[in-house]
């Protein structure tokens, strides 16, 4: 069935470095990779995206990469800072149904 | 405000009683989803629609579990006969899918609404 698998579970890095967050999907007819970055009592709030027709996107500090062999999606964060400290998480979805299935989630500590 | 909105923000309940939430999505969203998230993990689809009709709904939704979208405009979620593993945040996301050959676009998510079942 649908399942997004993320690791890692937890990440803590200092301040300034970068963190990776890994993906992998097991739908075929999935084609749009959206992350999300939710705060402790908010909403999920898009951070980026990537369509299946791109190979990888960045916006500022945040960079998105698909690998379409492989079923694996990555989000880079470059020069992290304290207020990057929440919880990620990718999904995965196909053009039909536009249903987003989740990742477990990453939380993520930047140390100052 | 133009985004997503919920109500109630919060709702606390017996076992056994019904509950009923609303979603207000961005105006001009055809597409309005149902997710569920309880602490620690990501967002489970429920259910969603296209204007007022249902699409789909999840394989592991109990029948107490009901969605509705009369206009195609605002959506509500009705749980009966609640039970303690109800407990969870009740999100609403909504998006727009444009004409026959539309791909996904965004989803904007609401700020939830939180249940609690005792």
């Known amino acids: 069935g649908e399942n997004v698998e993320q690791h890692p579970s937890t990440l803590s890095v200092q301040e300034g470095d970068s963190a990776v967050i890994k993906c992998t999907y097991s739908d075929s007819a999935s084609n749009y990779f959206p992350w999300y970055k939710q705060e402790l009592g908010k909403r999920p709030q898009l951070i980026i995206d990537?369509?299946?027709?791109?190979g990888e996107k960045k916006d500022q500090r945040i960079a998105v990469t698909l690998n379409k062999t492989a079923k694996h999606f990555s989000l880079h964060i470059t020069e992290t800072q304290p207020e990057d400290s929440a919880v990620y998480f990718c999904a995965a979805s196909s053009t039909n149904t536009g249903k987003l299935i989740f990742g477990q989630g990453t939380t993520l500590q930047v140390k100052p | 405000d133009t985004g997503v909105s919920q109500n109630p923000r919060h709702k606390i309940t017996k076992r056994g009683q019904n509950v009923t939430f609303r979603c207000d999505p961005i105006s001009e969203h055809n597409r309005l989803y149902w997710y569920r998230q309880t602490l620690g993990q990501g967002p489970e689809f429920l259910t969603y629609f296209q204007n007022e009709a249902q699409l789909e709904k999840s394989r592991l939704l109990s029948d107490r579990f009901s969605a509705e979208r009369p206009k195609g405009s605002f959506s509500t979620l009705e749980i009966q006969r609640t039970e303690q593993g109800d407990s969870a945040m009740y999100l609403c996301?909504?998006?727009?899918?444009?004409?026959?050959?539309?791909?996904?676009?965004?989803?904007?998510f609401g700020p939830g609404t939180r249940l609690t079942v005792l």
């Open positions: 990537i369509r299946s027709n791109v």
């Open positions: 996301a909504s998006s727009y899918r444009g004409g026959l050959a539309g791909g996904v676009n965004e989803q904007f």
